[in-house]
């Protein structure tokens, strides 16, 4: 299917590895030029050759924490953007009775301000164009809290209150704005969950893999590839009529009938 983006630019934060990679593949193979963050300087430049040499697109890669003030504008400054992919490291695990008001704020920063200070920064210029897509990547935490993520839980819920409200805001001006929640995927994120996990109950990887596979009605982990071919969808003309939603990527495992 031609998702009718060609030529179309991108932010992609994140996306040296994992979620955000697969959505800098799905949009480059779709003809998006892009700009991809990541902090490790030498990953990111290794993923943007890869991705040119691949897909023939431009690429730039902007390292450092997207979660900071100086990176978002030296990522801005490459702009404008059609698309817009927000995404960034998740909190860490933990206790409810565990964390301090500064791990709120930090996780606030990375899950919730840091996205929205990115929307508020490239929407006027989507709406002045009369075109736009964002989608920025949460978790499956929002729609069946995972108890050991509660900092995840807590700040994701607050950004997609605010996509919730802005998304309405914006849709009469050809931007459209929704969430992709990931389940489980095969990424160093949900290795190093496993290995958490691997430690404290004194289980080989594999056990913990299959045990934690075992949970989800497809049997499996998701794939970075299959997660950012849905990105490029929502980023694609074919989907400028959906406004606002949440789509869960989880194989399956939230037991929910809506
Ligand atoms: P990942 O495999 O660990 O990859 C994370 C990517 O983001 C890497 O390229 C990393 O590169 C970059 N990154 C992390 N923090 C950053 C920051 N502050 N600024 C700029 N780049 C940053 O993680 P993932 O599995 O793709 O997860 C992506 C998001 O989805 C996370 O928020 C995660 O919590 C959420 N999620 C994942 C799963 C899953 O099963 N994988 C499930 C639910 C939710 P550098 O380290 O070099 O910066």
Redesign the pocket.
């Given at each position: 299917m031609d998702l009718g983006i060609r030529g179309k630019r991108a932010l992609v934060?994140?996306?040296?590895?994992?979620?955000?990679?697969g959505c800098a593949e799905a949009l480059a193979e779709a003809g998006v030029d892009l700009v991809m963050?990541?902090?490790?300087a030498e990953?990111?430049e290794s993923a943007a050759a890869e991705i040119r040499a691949r897909h023939g697109v431009k690429v730039t890669a902007v390292a450092?924490?997207?979660?900071t003030e100086v990176v978002r504008a030296a990522v801005l400054a490459e702009g404008p953007f059609d698309i817009l992919v927000t995404?960034?490291?998740?909190p860490p695990p933990g206790m409810w009775s565990d964390w301090s008001r500064d791990d709120f704020i930090k996780a606030f920063d990375?899950?919730m301000l840091t996205p929205i200070a990115l929307m508020q920064a490239v929407l006027p210029g989507m709406i002045a164009k009369g075109w736009g897509r964002v989608v920025n990547?949460t978790?499956?935490?929002v729609k069946a809290p995972i108890g050991v993520l509660g900092l995840?839980n807590t700040a994701r819920a607050g950004l997609t209150g605010f996509v919730a409200g802005t998304s309405r805001q914006v849709a009469g001006k050809g931007v459209t704005i929704n969430n992709l929640l990931?389940?489980?995927?095969a990424?160093?994120?949900?290795i190093?969950l496993d290995g958490a996990v691997m430690k404290a109950r004194g289980m080989s990887m594999e056990e913990v893999i299959a045990e934690r596979a075992a949970t989800i009605p497809a049997g499996r982990y998701g794939t970075?590839s299959e997660f950012g071919a849905t990105c490029a969808f929502l980023c694609s003309q074919h989907a400028g009529f959906m406004v606002g939603q949440n789509v869960l990527l989880d194989g399956g495992a939230s037991n929910t009938t809506l």
């Open positions: 934060c994140a996306s040296s590895k994992g979620l955000g990679r963050n990541a902090r490790g990953a990111l450092g924490d997207i979660t995404n960034a490291g998740g990375g899950n990547i978790s499956v935490s995840s990931p389940g489980i995927h990424t160093d994120r949900a190093a970075a």
